[in-house]
Every structure is written in C-alpha cells, then in structure tokens.
C-alpha cells in the first residue's frame, strides 16, 4: 500500500495570502489529522476528520480550517497568512480512527511564509 | 490539559552501545497510550513502539524497549546495539483513551540523538 502523502512538499506565500494543503490517507483509512511543527512551539495539533467530520481541534485561531471528502482525502486551508505560520504541517491518517490505531504520517508540507 | 515533557534537547551515543531518553507527562487520566516517535532528517515521522496504561509489562521491539512507571508518570525508550540509522529525532507523544480522542496526540519537544561511528 502507498503511505501517506502530501501536496505540495513545499511552498512559499507571502503575508496575506491563503494557502490550501493537501493530504492522501492510507488506502483504507478514514481519519486524517493535521500537526503543526515548528522549532519553537514543537508538534501541535491542530484538528482531526473523521468520516468527513471534524472530530476534534487544537486551540489554532479560525484561520485554520480544514475539511474530508468523501474518498478520506484531506485539505487544509490557511487564510490571512501571517510570518508565524511558516512551519512544517504533518498530517497523519489511521485505519478506524479509533484510539488504539498507529497513526502514520505523511512527509509533511514545508510552508515559508515571507 | 495534558503535557509531555523531554528534558534531553540532544543525546549522543556510541554505536552498538545503549542510550535512554527520557519522557514524562502529566494527566489525570487513567487509561491512555503512549508512544515513541522517531523523525530521521528526511521528516517522515514513524512509530517506533507504544504502550498501553493499563498494561504493567513493558513494551518491547526488537533493540527498542521502554521503561513504565504510571505512578511517576514516566516513558522513557531505551534503544539497545545502537545502529548508525536511529540517528534521528525522537518524540514521546500521548494520547488519551476514546474513539473522540484517537486523532489527537500531544507530543514532547523531541530529543535529537546523535550516534557516533
């Protein structure tokens, strides 16, 4: 099976922009979730969708949004960008989403933001 | 809301020797996961093994084991004949029990492990 994959693998915006981010779960696999990775704030999460449906969210200002299809695949949107969004965005998928699933992770988007 | 921490930002270790890194966490939880993640420079971050609360024996893969002391709220990975390729990052994650809670981990600050030739 193909793992987790994301697009693109890098990317530059400029302040004010918006910029949508992509991820392709496991074949199989409903629940995606997205992370936020910088140096300085560590692995945050951000939210978690579910059979189409936010599930869960981190504490990340309205400008983070995101949604599922109906094939699992996942967007995230990212409105207004400002310096502090420039980081490397992780999305993981598990088989059921159930709390005892390995999640596996994607490569990751690296966003720069200038 | 719960915490994890690593107080070791780097460890370096001799290959074909043994390291531990250390992880605690804080939670009033009962039931929950734990995790050791291991994140080489390619970024592709990958489960190195897990360790349910309330199981009291120790989880073990392979050269990689861990150390659980629930009452002290500690996790830390032991990983034996270190290899040149554990060099990587690693991150100690939790995760609570229930369905709402599965996509949700909150992950330490990592521990960058060098291994020497």
């Known amino acids: 099976k193909a793992g987790v994959t994301q697009t693109p693998r890098y990317l530059i915006k400029t302040r004010g922009q918006q910029v949508t981010l992509s991820c392709s779960p496991i074949s199989g696999h409903r629940s995606v979730s997205w992370y936020q990775q910088t140096p300085g704030q560590g692995l945050q999460f951000l939210f978690e969708?579910?059979?189409?449906?936010?599930?869960n969210k981190g504490n990340f200002p309205g400008r983070f949004s995101g949604r599922q299809f109906s094939n699992s695949r996942s967007e995230m949107n990212v409105s207004t960008l400002e310096l502090g969004d420039s980081a490397l965005y992780l999305c993981?998928?598990?088989?059921?989403?159930?709390?005892?699933?390995?999640?596996?992770f994607g490569p990751g988007t690296r966003l720069t933001v200038l | 809301a719960q915490t994890v921490t690593q107080s070791q930002p780097e460890m370096s270790v001799q290959e074909a020797e043994t390291v531990t890194l250390s992880c605690t966490y804080d939670t009033s939880e009962s039931d929950y996961y734990l995790f050791w993640y291991k994140q080489p420079p390619s970024r592709q971050m990958i489960l190195v093994i897990r360790q349910e609360a309330y199981k009291q024996q120790n989880a073990t893969e392979n050269r990689f084991s861990v150390n659980f002391q629930k009452a002290a709220k500690s996790f830390s990975l032991k990983i034996s004949d270190s290899q040149l390729g554990d060099a990587a990052m690693y991150f100690c994650a939790y995760r609570r029990r229930g369905e709402t809670n599965a996509g949700k981990s909150t992950f330490g600050d990592g521990t960058t492990l060098t291994v020497k030739p």
């Open positions: 993981a998928s598990t088989t059921q989403g159930a709390s005892t699933d390995t999640q596996y």
């Open positions: 969708y579910f059979s189409e449906t936010q599930r």
